[in-house]
């Protein structure tokens, strides 16, 4: 395991931040010639990147992708006193239902443009922007034609994260670290449902949520990433947006540099005007198809990819996502109508015994507590008894009220509500872990908006979907809301995801 630099961790945090700017925040509450002007130059605070290989600027309303850099770059200096650890590719089309995203790891192995052989992320760090781009064409996506890149300083990431109010996130497990005894930055984070702010040396805030990784891979942190920009896009209203407005392109003025097309009216207008009509879209997050290599000593971590299928992760990202698609995928995962006395589904398995061992230990849950008899075959409940979800390298008491929690969350007005959260291991070192979760907040963010609901063994289940791949799905009564989460990367499939809910069952006592 190689130690990464607290800074490196950085700026994958800010991309999440930036594309909620980018995307909502500026493209809902810019109005008139007037703004447009004032949001050049606000932009105009940082200089155009130079000589950026963008495409021409496309008429307004056109399909549009853009390039976010997270790095520690400063404008107006060298490029190879900087680094980056984040390349992200944003495709706004108004033909499409999703805003759709597709992480480029940090440690894919290439063959950079005059350089050799080396990690992606060095292209920055060797020529800036222009050669990260051309070594994306060279090595990854021969077509992509970028036509506007952000390059994000990582220190706006608090001010962004608190300017919208924090983010109520899922946090799929247990995190903890201690600086004192790794190389790795601290992070103190419990799981479940809660809400996360900047706090940008805190190490229970967002920053610290998002850029970890020293306990799975990069591959995982992109999809923790791309969920939080998620989970922050959908719970932020529009009316917040407009009436926060100066303080959120004032902040994404300070720490983003663009290419010389955002620094004109005309390219912002072309932009925004695109952007204003994805108003309400969701994110669809395309998975990169890395393939993962045990580490050798002495030897380069990286991540390699098989061409046919970063092709076909391409043409899934480039393709628009047409209105309904993704209701029908959720949909067609569970059968054909609109009720299911009876659901089968490969790849569960009964667990009954570990759920009831599990409710017993939230016995002083302030509220009923569920579990489910089915779970994903080959998984198993972190259990803070036998500490098989504990980070070895750190104290086994740490562990000890986590798995599983009961815990009080606070909802938007402060309010204090019962919670509890189970957490379920596939395969910790690939960072697959999902979530039972309770609360007695009837209406937490999470679930605001359901793809579908559908009835299953006569029970009303909400399906929440993304790009096609059940994430959430819940289940409510008269005094609480039960869901099962998936996987950061939805590793769980739709069927497996619906039959897991449809079981839950009253724990007695």
Same mark, same amino acid.
Not at 65 to 80: K, M
Not at 321 to 332: E, I
Not at 492 to 507: C, E, F, H, K, P
């Given at each position: 395991?190689?130690?990464?630099?607290?800074?490196?961790?950085?700026?994958?945090?800010?991309?999440?931040?930036? +594309?909620?700017?980018?995307?909502?925040?500026?493209?809902?509450?810019?109005?008139?010639?007037?703004?447009?002007?004032?949001?050049?130059? =606000?932009?105009?605070?940082?200089?155009?990147?130079?000589?950026?290989?963008?495409?021409?600027?496309?008429?307004?309303?056109?399909?549009?992708?853009?390039?976010?850099?997270?790095?520690?770059?400063?404008?107006?200096?060298?490029?190879?006193?900087?680094?980056?650890?984040?390349?992200?590719? +944003?495709?706004?089309?108004?033909?499409?239902?999703?805003?759709?995203?597709?992480?480029?790891?940090?440690?894919?192995?290439?063959?950079?443009?005059?350089?050799?052989?080396?990690?992606?992320?060095?292209?920055?760090?060797?020529?800036?922007?222009?050669?990260?781009?051309?070594?994306?064409?060279?090595?990854?996506?021969?077509?992509?034609?970028?036509?506007?890149?952000?390059?994000?300083?990582?220190?706006?990431?608090?001010?962004?994260?608190?300017?919208?109010?924090?983010?109520?996130?899922?946090?799929?497990?247990?995190?903890?670290?201690?600086?004192?005894?790794?190389? %790795?930055?601290?992070?103190?984070?419990?799981?479940?449902?809660?809400?996360?702010?900047?706090? &940008?040396?805190?190490?229970?805030?967002?920053?610290?949520?998002?850029?970890?990784?020293?306990?799975?891979?990069?591959?995982?942190?992109?999809?923790?990433?791309?969920?939080?920009?998620?989970?922050?896009?959908?719970?932020?209203?529009?009316?917040?947006?407009?009436?926060?407005?100066?303080?959120?392109?004032?902040?994404?003025?300070?720490?983003?540099?663009?290419?010389?097309?955002?620094?004109?009216?005309?390219?912002?207008?072309?932009?925004?005007?695109?952007?204003?009509?994805?108003?309400?879209?969701?994110?669809?997050?395309?998975?990169?198809?890395? !393939?993962?290599?045990?580490?050798?000593?002495?030897?380069?971590?990286?991540?390699?990819?098989?061409?046919?299928?970063?092709?076909?992760?391409?043409?899934?990202?480039?393709?628009?996502?047409?209105?309904?698609?993704?209701?029908?995928?959720?949909?067609?995962?569970?059968?054909?109508?609109?009720?299911?006395?009876?659901?089968?589904?490969?790849?569960?398995?009964?667990?009954?015994?570990?759920?009831?061992?599990?409710?017993?230990?939230?016995?002083?849950?302030?509220?009923?507590?569920? %579990?489910?008899?089915? !779970?994903?075959?080959?998984?198993?409940?972190?259990?803070?008894?036998?500490? &098989?979800? =504990? =980070?070895?390298?750190?104290?086994?008491?740490?562990?000890?009220?986590?798995?599983?929690?009961?815990?009080?969350?606070?909802?938007?007005?402060?309010?204090?509500?019962?919670?509890?959260?189970?957490?379920?291991?596939?395969?910790?070192?690939?960072?697959?872990?999902?979530?039972?979760?309770?609360?007695?907040?009837?209406?937490?963010?999470?679930?605001?908006?359901?793809?579908?609901?559908?009835?299953?063994?006569?029970?009303?289940?909400?399906?929440?979907?993304?790009?096609?791949?059940?994430?959430?799905?819940?289940?409510?009564?008269?005094?609480?809301?039960?869901?099962?989460?998936?996987?950061?990367?939805?590793?769980?499939?739709?069927?497996?995801?619906?039959?897991?809910?449809?079981?839950?069952?009253?724990?007695?006592?």
């Amino acid at each position: 395991m190689i130690p990464r630099s607290r800074a490196g961790a950085l700026w994958r945090s800010l991309a999440a931040a930036v +594309v909620i700017v980018a995307a909502t925040a500026a493209t809902t509450a810019v109005a008139g010639l007037l703004q447009f002007k004032q949001l050049a130059s =606000d932009i105009s605070v940082q200089s155009a990147i130079p000589h950026a290989d963008v495409t021409p600027l496309p008429p307004p309303g056109s399909p549009q992708t853009l390039l976010v850099i997270g790095s520690d770059h400063r404008a107006g200096t060298s490029y190879n006193s900087a680094n980056t650890d984040t390349m992200l590719l +944003v495709r706004l089309n108004a033909a499409s239902s999703t805003i759709n995203v597709l992480s480029i790891p940090r440690d894919l192995e290439v063959q950079i443009p005059g350089y050799g052989t080396a990690k992606v992320n060095a292209a920055y760090s060797l020529g800036g922007p222009n050669l990260m781009i051309r070594t994306i064409q060279d090595n990854v996506f021969p077509q992509l034609r970028v036509n506007h890149i952000l390059d994000v300083n990582f220190m706006g990431f608090s001010d962004l994260v608190d300017a919208i109010g924090c983010v109520y996130s899922m946090v799929d497990h247990r995190y903890y670290n201690n600086t004192a005894l790794t190389n %790795y930055s601290s992070i103190d984070i419990q799981p479940g449902y809660q809400k996360l702010c900047g706090d &940008n040396e805190s190490a229970s805030g967002a920053l610290a949520f998002v850029r970890f990784r020293h306990t799975d891979s990069d591959i995982v942190r992109n999809s923790r990433q791309q969920d939080f920009i998620r989970w922050a896009k959908d719970q932020y209203p529009t009316s917040a947006l407009i009436a926060n407005k100066d303080r959120l392109l004032r902040i994404f003025g300070q720490h983003v540099q663009t290419d010389t097309g955002l620094h004109s009216v005309d390219g912002l207008i072309g932009l925004f005007d695109l952007a204003l009509n994805m108003d309400g879209h969701s994110i669809r997050s395309i998975p990169f198809p890395a !393939i993962l290599h045990p580490l050798v000593p002495g030897q380069p971590d990286y991540v390699t990819a098989v061409p046919a299928a970063e092709q076909a992760a391409y043409r899934a990202f480039m393709r628009p996502t047409r209105p309904g698609t993704t209701r029908r995928s959720a949909a067609g995962a569970v059968g054909h109508g609109r009720s299911a006395t009876v659901l089968r589904a490969a790849g569960v398995a009964p667990d009954p015994a570990d759920g009831i061992s599990q409710a017993a230990a939230l016995a002083h849950a302030s509220m009923p507590v569920y %579990y489910p008899r089915l !779970i994903v075959a080959g998984s198993a409940y972190c259990s803070a008894a036998t500490g &098989n979800c =504990d =980070d070895p390298q750190e104290p086994a008491v740490e562990y000890a009220h986590s798995y599983p929690r009961s815990y009080t969350i606070h909802g938007r007005h402060g309010l204090p509500r019962a919670a509890y959260c189970m957490t379920l291991v596939i395969n910790g070192s690939l960072g697959e872990y999902y979530n039972v979760q309770g609360t007695t907040w009837m209406s937490p963010p999470l679930l605001a908006n359901p793809t579908e609901t559908r009835t299953v063994g006569g029970r009303r289940l909400e399906l929440f979907s993304a790009g096609g791949r059940l994430m959430t799905v819940a289940w409510r009564t008269p005094r609480a809301v039960y869901w099962i989460e998936n996987t950061l990367a939805g590793d769980i499939g739709n069927r497996q995801m619906v039959a897991i809910a449809a079981s839950l069952t009253r724990a007695h006592g």
